[in-house]
């Protein structure tokens, strides 16, 4: 009987010690393993959905990069439309393209002048320059001239008034006051742009 007791203790510590060590390495080996796999599978996911974000971003880059020639024609236009201001805010360079422009059309662009600039009501980092210049030659050449002043010519302009003398049948002159516009706003230089964008592709 003393013996079949002794044999019962041994059996139910010796099972009591199995629970126990099933437990500990639950809580001790397995559980935090399953903790770590968790962690890991939400980092996998969260690495995912970077990774999709960055070829998302990457997808529209290379699309803009197909069309940069294009945009950065259109930002040369722009800047040759609104220049930074300078020293002497580019007037000679402009009544020079001017006077080009009216002998390519056979019109002579004489007696202009520019006033001091004045800052615009509208944009209060554009600045306006009043000029004023007389153009003289056939009627037709005039207007192919005043037409291609306010559209076709790089530097952006607005006519405030012309005042125009008949001279013949053919041929006219006219007095135009216009304001060309500059900007204080810093305008990049696009050789330096173009570079950088080329090299971040």
Do not use: C, H
């Amino acid at each position: 009987m003393t013996a079949r007791r002794i044999d019962s203790i041994w059996l139910i510590g010796g099972l009591s010690l199995i629970a126990v060590l099933i437990i500990a390495s639950w809580f001790i080996l397995i559980k935090p393993k399953y903790a770590e796999a968790d962690g890991e599978r939400e980092q996998a996911g969260t690495i995912a959905a970077q990774v999709s974000t960055l070829k998302s971003k990457y997808s529209q880059q290379q699309k803009r990069a197909e069309n940069l020639d294009q945009y950065m024609t259109e930002l040369a236009t722009y800047q040759a439309a609104l220049p930074q201001s300078s020293n002497n805010n580019s007037i000679p360079a402009f009544l020079r393209e001017l006077q080009a422009l009216g002998t390519k059309l056979d019109v002579d662009v004489s007696g202009y002048s520019a006033a001091e600039p004045e800052t615009s009501d509208d944009a209060g980092t554009v600045t306006e320059l009043p000029i004023t210049l007389n153009a003289s030659g056939k009627t037709t050449n005039l207007s192919k001239f005043l037409k291609q002043l306010q559209n076709t010519q790089p530097r952006a302009v607005l006519i405030e008034s012309a005042s125009l003398t008949i001279e013949s049948s053919t041929a006219a002159s006219v007095t135009l006051a216009l304001n060309a516009f500059i900007t204080s706003s810093e305008t990049v230089d696009l050789d330096e742009l173009k570079k950088d964008l080329e090299e971040a592709s």
